[in-house]
């Protein structure tokens, strides 16, 4: 099957549909792995036979080791140390002394795991067949998170129903488990993320929102993304972005600046959201019927988020900008809002909400 591409269709804005359908049925797995051992700051697993459990790692297979599951493959452009830290192997092998113990435990580290995105679709979403296991044993396993977990992380944690007395901080190390439960990841390889799993973390997540003490808590339905305080794909002139879409209700949002409840509540109730590329549009999951417009820059495009949108059923358009002259970096590159191109593509994406229409094979000229 051959991958979508966002750079096929040019440099102007565009509503697509034609993204391939789900590489793999819906399916998912958990495995009991007896005598095994977490090792390395990402806290990689290993079986009894000193082979390498791969779905403790990122979401790729197969290097080498032992993959839980017969469909994995291989991103070709992901370097190895990547998958496999070299240090996990060291603490594997190197370390002397009989490290800690524990009974029954999931595993919520990988190397990617600290990445807000990461976190929601490749770990948070692994939570729900651990759940299904915890109903047909009774047995309710230790988490395994990091050693100083974010406030998005625990905040996440809790609204799904789990307290601090449910986990324990990975001790960066070496640590032995009698039975450990590994899931299976919620997406593949190729992007495609599940629907039921961000629909199970939608619905458990809203369903254990605290009540709000105050109304004064009103957010716009129309969000504009700043990345203001992140290190790269800012807006360069995103005053001039704020006041050409504060026509259509658009309020600038800085996402650090929200709690993961308040980030839900946003999303929750979201119509149209405009971003550039970045985490924070994974709280799409929390919304329901949304139009994500997606910001690039022309050195970089990425197919994450159309793909997640497409699984999610959302209209989805995007439009690539202009980096700073001086501006090198590829994947981090600041940008400059072509303003008119985007009033344009708001305007029509508002329109089509509004009437409940599809936008399927929209274009802009």
């Known amino acids: 099957m051959k991958p ?11 509503f697509i549909d034609e993204i391939p359908e789900k590489s793999r049925k819906d399916e998912f ?37 032992t993959s839980l599951s017969q469909t994995s493959s291989l991103k070709e ?31 919520l580290i990988n190397g990617w795991s600290r990445n807000y995105y990461h976190w929601i679709v490749d770990c948070l979403a692994r939570l729900e067949s651990l759940e299904l296991y915890q109903e047909k044993t009774g047995i309710k396993p230790t988490l395994i998170v990091e050693s100083n977990p974010s406030a998005w992380q625990i905040e996440s944690l809790k609204l799904l129903g789990y307290q601090s007395k449910d986990w324990i901080p990975w001790n960066g190390s070496r640590m032995k488990v009698n039975r450990l439960l590994v899931p299976s990841f919620r997406r593949s390889p190729a992007l495609h ?33 700043s990345r203001r305080k992140a290190v790269g794909r800012r807006i360069i002139n995103e005053n001039e972005v704020i006041d050409a879409l504060k026509p259509f209700g658009f ?46 820059s022309s050195f970089f495009v990425d197919d994450t988020f159309v793909y997640l949108a497409k699984e999610l059923g959302f209209r989805y358009g995007f439009l690539k900008c202009k980096p700073p002259s001086m501006d090198f970096r590829r994947r981090d590159t600041d940008i400059i809002v072509n303003v008119d191109a985007l009033q344009t593509l708001v305007a029509t994406a508002e329109r089509y909400y509004e009437n409940n229409r599809s936008l399927e094979s929209f274009h802009i000229a």
């Open 4 to 14: 979508y591409n966002l750079n096929e269709h040019g440099y102007s804005g565009i």
């Open 77 to 107: 452009d992901l370097p190895i140390e990547e998958c496999i830290p070299l240090q996990a192997l060291a603490s594997k092998f190197l370390s002397k002394g009989n490290p800690p113990q524990l009974d029954v435990a999931c595993s």
């Open 193 to 225: 993320v599940s629907p039921k799993a961000c629909s199970w973390l939608r619905q458990r997540t809203l369903g254990n929102l605290p009540a709000l003490e105050t109304d004064k808590l009103n957010f716009s339905p129309y969000i504009l993304i």
């Open 251 to 296: 309020v600038a949002y800085v996402l650090e600046d929200l709690s993961f409840a308040d980030e839900v509540r946003l999303f929750s109730q979201a119509k149209i959201v405009v971003g550039p590329q970045g985490a924070g549009l994974t709280n799409m999951i929390f919304a329901e019927n949304l139009t994500v417009i997606e910001l690039f």
């Open 29 to 65: 797995f958990l495995c009991e792995v007896d005598n095994a051992e977490l090792a390395g700051p990402t806290a990689l697993g290993f079986d009894k036979n000193r082979n390498i459990i791969l779905e403790t790692s990122v979401p790729v297979s197969t290097i080498f080791g």
